[in-house]
C-alpha cells in the first residue's frame, strides 16, 4: 500500500507515520510536482509505504 500525503498537512502527516509505524512501514520520500490543482497551484507529497509482508508480520 503506498500513502500519499500534502506536503504541509502536518496533521494528516502525524496520524499516517502512527499507522505506517504500527505496521512495520516507512517514508519513501517527498515526489515533487505530483499533483496540480484546479487553480494550478503545484502540491507536493510525501509517500509512505507498506509492503504486505510488513502488514502480515506486525497483524499476527
Known amino acids: 500500500m ?4 500534502e506536503d504541509g498537512n502536518e496533521n494528516s502527516r502525524r496520524a499516517v ?3 505506517v509505524d ?3 512501514g516507512q517514508y519513501d520520500g517527498i515526489i515533487r510536482n ?3 490543482r484546479p487553480s494550478g497551484d503545484i502540491i507536493d507529497h510525501h509517500l509512505y509505504s507498506i509492503t504486505a ?3 502480515r508480520e506486525t497483524v499476527q
Open 22 to 24: 504500527a505496521h512495520g
Open 53 to 55: 509482508e510488513q502488514y
Open 2 to 5: 503506498a500513502i500519499p500525503v
Open 17 to 19: 507515520e502512527k499507522y
Open 34 to 36: 505530483s499533483t496540480v
